[in-house]
């Protein structure tokens, strides 16, 4: 099993051993054409490290000749030419065996190839897939002959002869199916999602061109959902801190589960996790909430989350105190 970095921070918790500020390019950058802006979530209300969404174009997961290598025991990765990555974790043995789709014309059916689940006395991996992707192929036709209708037929079962790795359970085991660098084939069943590898900065993205529903239409873009698993490499990713978020600060920090690149709030002047736990320590010993009591108290924009407002009031000296807005937001229920 694998954990992402908020799983591992709920696991060995977030506390950093070192905090080293970087500083951000100066200038006009060059960014990707598919890059739009940028939005630093500082995840107050959590233990977890502040994130960093992108306002693309497209499936930027997506890229043209994308192929993937094998790194180590169990990294698979691939890269573009403009600093994107995509990176799943599986560390099962390959052995040589056939998968199968279904198709209507050259337009595949079936969301996955799939290998069979068993194989006859004496029967082959390919032949074992042919009947298993037949087998399919009838009950489809068995769905149409029911309920007619005017949608095409799929007529053809497609068996190809590949690298399967044994079954582990991540994305509930699913078969991820890959081109390798060298241009061989290989299915990971049941690869996992993780942390970033060295050199690269995992972010979210939210697409743009989508169509945005009518509930969301006046949420700001950084609040409209989106989509994980793209890893941005350092340099593109100070790049873009640089261009969209100036007025953020960035440092290299070393968690128990690796050392990230982390943004971190000028104000604060250190690493997020200690404002969390210096006033979350206060809050358990009933002392009044300092300077920056929002990043333990206000977890309004959490899922199912809060604003609370400190019980035992404030430190002298604190200037964000609760506005009547805040005291009308900490009445509202999180579901």
């Known amino acids: 099993m694998y954990l992402s970095d908020e799983q591992m921070s709920a696991v060995s918790g977030a506390r950093v051993s070192q905090w080293e500020p970087i500083t951000l390019p100066e200038g006009k950058q060059p ?3 598919w890059l739009k802006d940028a939005h630093v979530d500082w995840m107050h209300g959590a233990m977890n490290a502040p994130a960093v969404k992108l306002k693309v174009i497209g499936n930027v997961l997506n890229w043209d000749d994308k192929s993937w290598a094998k790194e180590g025991a169990k990294t698979y ?4 030419g403009d600093g994107r990555a995509a990176v799943l974790y599986h560390d099962g043995a390959a052995t040589r065996m056939a998968a199968w789709r279904v198709f ?6 079936t969301y996955q190839w799939c290998v069979p689940d068993w194989r006859n006395s004496g029967e082959s991996w390919e032949a074992a897939a042919q009947r298993a992707g037949e087998e399919h192929l009838e009950k489809y036709r068995h769905f149409h002959s029911l309920y007619p209708s005017d949608k095409p037929v799929p007529d053809w079962v497609v068996v190809k002869s590949l ?4 079954k582990q359970s991540g994305f509930g085991g699913d078969g991820y199916f890959l081109t390798m660098t060298d241009g061989s084939e290989r299915i990971l069943r049941g690869p996992w999602h993780g942390g970033a590898p060295v ?6 993205a939210w697409d743009m061109t989508e169509v945005v529903a009518k509930w969301n239409s006046d949420r700001q873009w950084h609040r409209r959902g989106g989509y994980a698993g793209l890893y941005i490499a350092e340099d593109l990713f100070l790049r873009i801190i640089a261009r969209f978020c100036p007025h953020v600060g960035m440092a290299r920090v070393q968690h128990s589960y690796g050392p990230r690149l982390e943004p971190f709030c000028l104000e604060w002047g250190r690493a997020k996790s ?9 809050a358990k010993r009933k002392e009044p909430a300092g300077e920056f009591w929002r990043v333990y108290w206000d977890g309004h924009e959490r899922y199912c989350g809060q604003l609370r407002i400190p019980t035992h009031g404030f430190e002298a000296g604190v200037m964000d105190l609760p506005t009547e807005a805040d005291y009308e937001l900490a009445k509202r229920r999180p579901w």
Do not use: C, H
């Open 31 to 33: 960014l990707p054409e």
């Open 104 to 109: 209507q014309g050259d337009k595949p059916v």
């Open 163 to 166: 690298d399967v790795t044994t």
């Open 274 to 282: 200690e404002i969390y736990e210096l006033e979350r320590s206060k």
């Open 199 to 204: 050199g690269y900065v995992e972010v979210t």
């Open 77 to 80: 990765i691939a890269r573009s």
